[in-house]
């Protein structure tokens, strides 16, 4: 029995030691599921297509200045001569070949706006039909508008005037491409 007490009282101090061993309670609940790679990856490729997106609408719009500029540039020469042809021409002083070759000019002018206007109708339903340009449609829309005041304008051989309308399409494309970057 002498040695029972020993071996008694060791369990009894030992056992209160194996009761603070384990340091982390357990439970059943499981831990927040943080996303799997595929969804991060699919949230990054999402913001990928984005930015792809107003890259390309980027490019679209500064292309559309890049062709105005040069259209604006070389209607400024056309219409001093038209302008100047079509003095001579009230005055009786240019000959028929000149007449014809301001009537000319003048078709070719007003076709030229009509080509602008319409790839400016274009590039306002791409912007409205794409969802991630749609934030910068609202800043857009009406280009289209205003060069078709330049071809109304042109009609009515108000070719300088037309150039200034011009001139304001192009300031509001900038203004868009500013906001895109």
């Given at each position: 029995m002498r040695r029972i007490y020993p071996i008694a009282i060791a369990c009894l101090l030992l056992l209160p030691a194996s009761?603070?061993?384990q340091t982390r309670p357990r439970s059943t609940r499981r831990a927040p599921a943080r996303p799997a790679t595929s969804q991060r990856t699919k949230v990054a490729s999402e913001a990928e297509n984005v930015s792809q997106a107003r890259n390309a609408g980027a490019a679209r719009v500064a292309e559309q200045i890049k062709i105005l500029s040069r259209f604006l540039y070389l209607?400024?020469?056309?219409?001093k001569s038209i302008e100047a042809?079509?003095?001579?021409?009230?005055?009786?002083?240019?000959s028929p070949a000149i007449i014809e070759q301001t009537?000319?000019?003048?078709?070719?002018?007003?076709?030229?706006?009509?080509?602008?206007?319409e790839g400016l109708d274009k590039l306002e339903i791409d912007?409205?039909?794409?969802?991630?340009l749609l934030r910068y449609y609202t800043r857009l829309a009406g280009v289209a508008s205003g060069a078709a005041t330049a071809e109304e304008q042109a009609a009515a051989n108000?070719?300088?005037q037309a150039g200034r309308s011009m001139l304001g399409v192009v300031n509001r494309l900038t203004d868009v491409l500013?906001?895109?970057r």
């Open positions: 009761a603070f061993a209607l400024g020469g056309v219409a042809a079509d003095v001579a021409a009230q005055r009786n002083e240019a009537q000319r000019s003048k078709a070719s002018v007003k076709s030229s706006l009509r080509n602008v206007r912007f409205r039909a794409t969802p991630e108000q070719f300088d500013l906001e895109m």
